[in-house]
C-alpha cells in the first residue's frame, strides 16, 4: 500500500466503520430508511446521504448542482446549508439505490485509498470552498464516520464497536478540545485541576489543568483536591460532547463532585462538534 504511514490509522477507521454502516442499513426495508436519528432533521436515508457525499467529495467528484427547499428547519447557517445539499438530493431515492451507491463509493474509496500517494500536507478541498490538508480531511472522516455509525445504531437500536479504531480516533480529538472547555469556555479559575473520571468500552482517567494565565492543557495524572470531578461512561461522553444530548437528559448517568457552578459551566459548555 502506497498509503502514507501517519494516514493508516485514519483511513482504516473509516473502513471499519463505513463498512459497519453498510452491514446495518443493507437489510432495512423501505420504511425504516425514514426513521429519525439524533441528528436533527435527518433520516437513516439522510444521514447514509451526507456519508456517501462527503465521501464523493474526497474523491474529487463535483458537487450536485440543487437548490435547497425553503421549510428546512434544521438548516440555520452556510456550513448546514453546505452539507444539505449531498443530502436533499438523495431524499427521493430509494432503500436499492442507497445500498448500492454506498457500496459502490466504498468501493471506490478503498480504490483511491490503496492508490494513495500524496503526502499528509496535500491540500485537499474541504467545506465551503475551503482547503485542508489531507491528514486533516481523513482524521476529519474517521472521526465523521464512526460517529455516524453511532448514530445508526442508537436509531435501529443496534449497540457495538464503541471501543473501535474509530472510537480512538473520537476520544483523542474530544480530550483535545477538553482544555479549552474547562478554561476559557467553562471559566475554570486559574490553579485549578478538573478531572474527567470515564468508564466503559473505552475506560480513561484525564485531568485538565489551568495555569495562572488561565490557560488549559490535559494530562493523564490523577489530581490532588480537585476543583471539580465528573464520573460518566464513554457513550454518554462522546454523545454529549458531540451534541447527541443534552446535560439534563442524561443527568443521571454523571456524577460530580466539588464546585457545582464550576461542573455546571463545563458540561454547558461541552459540545464542541459544529
Same mark, same amino acid.
Given at each position: 500500500?502506497?498509503?502514507?504511514?501517519?494516514?493508516?490509522?485514519y483511513?482504516?477507521a473509516?473502513?471499519?466503520?463505513?463498512?459497519?454502516?453498510?452491514?446495518?442499513?443493507?437489510?432495512?426495508?423501505?420504511?425504516?430508511?425514514?426513521?429519525?436519528?439524533?441528528?436533527?432533521?435527518?433520516?437513516?436515508?439522510?444521514? /447514509?446521504?451526507?456519508?456517501?457525499?462527503?465521501?464523493? %467529495? @474526497?474523491?474529487? #467528484?463535483? =458537487?450536485?448542482? &440543487? $437548490?435547497? +427547499?425553503?421549510?428546512?428547519?434544521? /438548516?440555520?447557517?452556510?456550513h448546514?446549508?453546505?452539507? %444539505? @445539499?449531498?443530502? #436533499?438530493? =438523495?431524499?427521493? &431515492? $430509494?432503500? +436499492?439505490?442507497?445500498?448500492?451507491?454506498?457500496?459502490?463509493?466504498?468501493?471506490?474509496?478503498?480504490r483511491?485509498?490503496?492508490?494513495?500517494?500524496?503526502?499528509?500536507?496535500?491540500?485537499?478541498?474541504?467545506?465551503?470552498g475551503?482547503?485542508?490538508?489531507?491528514?486533516?480531511?481523513?482524521?476529519?472522516?474517521?472521526?465523521d464516520?464512526?460517529?455516524?455509525?453511532?448514530?445508526?445504531?442508537?436509531?435501529?437500536?443496534?449497540?457495538?464497536?464503541?471501543?473501535?479504531?474509530?472510537?480512538?480516533?473520537?476520544?483523542?480529538?474530544?480530550?483535545?478540545?477538553l482544555?479549552?472547555?474547562?478554561?476559557?469556555?467553562?471559566?475554570?479559575?486559574?490553579?485549578?485541576?478538573?478531572?474527567?473520571?470515564?468508564?466503559?468500552?473505552?475506560?480513561?482517567?484525564?485531568?485538565?489543568?489551568?495555569?495562572?494565565?488561565?490557560?488549559?492543557?490535559?494530562?493523564?495524572?490523577?489530581?490532588?483536591?480537585?476543583?471539580?470531578?465528573?464520573?460518566?461512561?464513554?457513550?454518554?461522553?462522546?454523545?454529549?460532547?458531540?451534541?447527541?444530548?443534552?446535560?439534563?437528559?442524561?443527568?443521571?448517568?454523571?456524577?460530580?463532585?466539588?464546585?457545582?457552578?464550576?461542573?455546571?459551566?463545563?458540561?454547558?459548555?461541552?459540545?464542541?462538534?459544529?
Open positions: 500500500m502506497s498509503l502514507h504511514p501517519s494516514l493508516q490509522s483511513a482504516d473509516w473502513a471499519h466503520s463505513v463498512d459497519a454502516i453498510s452491514e446495518l442499513v443493507s437489510p432495512l426495508v423501505e420504511g425504516e430508511w425514514n426513521r429519525r436519528t439524533p441528528c436533527p432533521g435527518w433520516s437513516v436515508r439522510d444521514l /447514509v446521504s451526507h456519508v456517501i457525499g462527503l465521501d464523493c %467529495e @474526497m474523491l474529487g #467528484d463535483p =458537487r450536485p448542482i &440543487h $437548490t435547497l +427547499p425553503r421549510d428546512l428547519f434544521h /438548516v440555520t447557517n452556510e448546514q446549508r453546505y452539507m %444539505e @445539499m449531498q443530502v #436533499d438530493v =438523495r431524499r427521493h &431515492h $430509494t432503500a +436499492p439505490e442507497m445500498t448500492s451507491e454506498l457500496e459502490y463509493t466504498i468501493i471506490r474509496r478503498n483511491q485509498l490503496r492508490n494513495e500517494t500524496r503526502q499528509p500536507d496535500a491540500k485537499v478541498r474541504g467545506p465551503l475551503t482547503e485542508v490538508t489531507l491528514e486533516h480531511a481523513m482524521l476529519n472522516r474517521a472521526f464516520v464512526w460517529l455516524h455509525e453511532q448514530d445508526l445504531r442508537t436509531t435501529l437500536g443496534r449497540p457495538g464497536n464503541l471501543d473501535s479504531p474509530g472510537a480512538q480516533i473520537v476520544r483523542d480529538q474530544l480530550l483535545a478540545a482544555p479549552k472547555v474547562v478554561a476559557k469556555d467553562a471559566g475554570a479559575p486559574a490553579h485549578s485541576a478538573v478531572v474527567f473520571d470515564v468508564h466503559g468500552p473505552m475506560e480513561f482517567l484525564r485531568t485538565v489543568r489551568v495555569d495562572a494565565e488561565g490557560r488549559g492543557s490535559i494530562d493523564g495524572a490523577p489530581s490532588l483536591g480537585p476543583a471539580a470531578t465528573l464520573t460518566l461512561d464513554w457513550e454518554t461522553f462522546f454523545r454529549l460532547a458531540c451534541g447527541r444530548v443534552t446535560p439534563e437528559s442524561v443527568s443521571d448517568r454523571i456524577k460530580t463532585e466539588g464546585d457545582p457552578d464550576l461542573t455546571t459551566a463545563i458540561l454547558r459548555n461541552f459540545t464542541v462538534t459544529p
